[in-house]
T-cell receptor, first 114, second 114 residues
């Protein structure tokens, strides 16, 4: 079985400050990890993925995520938050490349305060 | 590329009525997913098609739900009869093929069953 936990329902950060959105995972094997973003009244959009290799993954809109195998975490980060980053962020995991069984976390609402 | 197109964007209906949601995947994509999003349960996979064939429908909540993909460019999700607890946002997503990890989501259909 595979699962993803996003421990924070909401994260508030001031514009210009660094942001972190947390994600931990549980899989019986090597995970493939993803972050998606959902803007109001829109579908989810792919941000970045970790498959293998460098633990620091860079994605769209200046976001990056760090894979930490010992802590089973894949936190999303950005050095300087923008008001336009305010959205719902989802972490997701699959066990095998190309698997259709993508398991999503419950989502974290990010609010960037001007 | 117009992306994944879903219709209608909003649907309000009365309990007991039939509801049909529509999806046009990205041209050339041969994998299609239907998801349901609620506050309580987050994102749930309802059904997965590959090359127009339903591969996994274990997420379909009840026999009231059915999905079809008559060709590579069109899919429907039908609820008959609808119930208030079916109220949710229904997303369609596609990907180029079964080995791709990245999903492309439509903007969703907001369904309200009164």
């Amino acid at each position: 079985a595979q699962s993803v936990a996003q421990p924070e329902d909401q994260v508030n950060v001031a514009e210009g400050n660094p942001l972190t959105v947390k994600c931990t995972y549980s899989v019986s094997g090597n995970p493939y990890l993803f972050w998606y973003v959902q803007y109001p009244n829109r579908g989810l959009q792919f941000l970045l993925k970790y498959i293998t290799g460098d633990n620091l993954v860079k994605g769209s809109y200046g976001f990056e995520a760090e894979f930490n195998k010992s802590q089973t975490s894949f936190h999303l980060k950005k050095p300087s938050a923008l008001v336009s980053d305010s959205a719902l962020y989802f972490c997701a995991v699959i066990l095998n490349a190309g698997s259709y069984q993508l398991t999503f976390g419950k989502g974290t609402k990010l609010s960037v305060i001007p | 590329d117009a992306g994944v197109i879903q219709s209608p964007r909003h649907e309000v209906t009365e309990m007991g009525q039939e509801v049909t949601l529509r999806c046009k995947p990205i041209s050339g994509h041969n994998s299609l997913f239907w998801y349901r999003q609620t506050m309580m349960r987050g994102l749930e996979l309802l059904i997965y098609f590959n090359n127009n064939v339903p591969i996994d429908d274990s997420g379909m909540p009840e026999d009231r739900f059915s999905a079809k993909m008559p060709n590579a460019s069109f899919s429907t999700l039908k609820i008959q009869p609808s119930e208030p607890r079916d109220s949710a946002v229904y997303f369609c997503a596609s990907r180029p093929d079964s080995s791709s990890e990245k999903l492309f989501f439509g903007s969703g259909t907001q369904l309200s069953v009164l």
